[in-house]
């Protein structure tokens, strides 16, 4: 049986849950991380709480009641990136008080995508909408670091990967776990620009997709409505 994201554990320090896998709004395969489940483990008990990270992503507005669970939550949360916070779980560590990143864990920030059919007319309102949806993404990136709007635009456009160094020195994250760099170790830019690794990653997903459902334009629009 696959670890499933709830597993947790307390300690004098608060607990600990572990945030494992694809996020979405429903459970499809069993071991996905959705708003419901994570809201009924983080208010089980009260006190401060760690969240560690690995997980590519996922649904947008899933990620999106995640990050306003932990921004609203009444004790300390610090976030630790073991693995990877990519595309939607990168939105969510920025909920944490304190986000520490491993020296081997990676970040990534993209624009988002969906699925739309229909005429001009529903392209259009596709486009509009995903423009909107960056917006949304663009907050908590930038009431995280500081950053410039347009600098976080540019990065999402071009499908930006982190390392720990460079998810530090530009705010992402505040520290980098287990060990402080040496200054005698030489800086390094530690950032990527990769769009075949997330369409390798996505076509390697394709035979066990069978469930995935196609959100039309009516149903993106609603689910907007959430992030305003």
């Given at each position: 049986m696959k670890r499933k994201f709830w597993n947790?554990?307390?300690?004098?320090?608060?607990?600990?849950?572990?945030?494992?896998?694809?996020?979405?709004?429903?459970?499809?395969?069993?071991?996905?991380?959705t708003p419901k489940q994570f809201k009924a483990?983080?208010?089980?008990?009260?006190?401060d709480v760690t969240i560690w990270i690995n997980s590519?992503?996922?649904?947008?507005?899933?990620?999106?009641?995640?990050?306003?669970?932990?921004?609203d939550y009444?004790?300390?949360?610090?976030v630790k990136i073991d693995g990877i916070a990519a595309s939607a779980a990168s939105v969510i560590a920025?909920?944490?008080?304190?986000?520490?990143?491993?020296?081997t864990g990676l970040m990534m920030i993209h624009n988002p995508m969906t699925i739309a059919f229909g005429d001009t007319g529903e392209m259009e309102k596709a486009i509009s909408m995903l423009s909107e949806v960056k917006e949304s993404i663009i907050n908590a990136y930038e009431i995280k670091t500081?950053?410039?709007?347009t600098k976080l635009s540019h990065f999402m456009d071009s499908e930006t990967w982190f390392n720990a160094k460079k998810a530090v020195e530009l705010g992402f994250a505040d520290g980098i776990l287990f060990s402080e760099l040496r200054e005698d170790v030489p800086n390094s830019e530690g950032v990527s620009f990769s769009n075949i690794a997330v369409i390798n990653s996505l076509i390697e997903k394709l035979p066990k997709a069978e469930k995935v459902k196609a959100l039309d334009i009516t149903q993106f629009e609603k689910r907007l409505d959430l992030l305003k």
């Amino acid at each position: 049986m696959k670890r499933k994201f709830w597993n947790w554990v307390s300690s004098d320090d608060g607990r600990t849950l572990y945030l494992d896998g694809a996020i979405a709004d429903e459970t499809w395969f069993g071991d996905e991380v959705t708003p419901k489940q994570f809201k009924a483990e983080l208010l089980r008990e009260e006190g401060d709480v760690t969240i560690w990270i690995n997980s590519p992503g996922g649904d947008v507005f899933a990620a999106s009641q995640i990050y306003n669970m932990l921004m609203d939550y009444k004790g300390k949360v610090t976030v630790k990136i073991d693995g990877i916070a990519a595309s939607a779980a990168s939105v969510i560590a920025m909920a944490g008080t304190d986000v520490y990143i491993s020296p081997t864990g990676l970040m990534m920030i993209h624009n988002p995508m969906t699925i739309a059919f229909g005429d001009t007319g529903e392209m259009e309102k596709a486009i509009s909408m995903l423009s909107e949806v960056k917006e949304s993404i663009i907050n908590a990136y930038e009431i995280k670091t500081g950053l410039s709007r347009t600098k976080l635009s540019h990065f999402m456009d071009s499908e930006t990967w982190f390392n720990a160094k460079k998810a530090v020195e530009l705010g992402f994250a505040d520290g980098i776990l287990f060990s402080e760099l040496r200054e005698d170790v030489p800086n390094s830019e530690g950032v990527s620009f990769s769009n075949i690794a997330v369409i390798n990653s996505l076509i390697e997903k394709l035979p066990k997709a069978e469930k995935v459902k196609a959100l039309d334009i009516t149903q993106f629009e609603k689910r907007l409505d959430l992030l305003k």
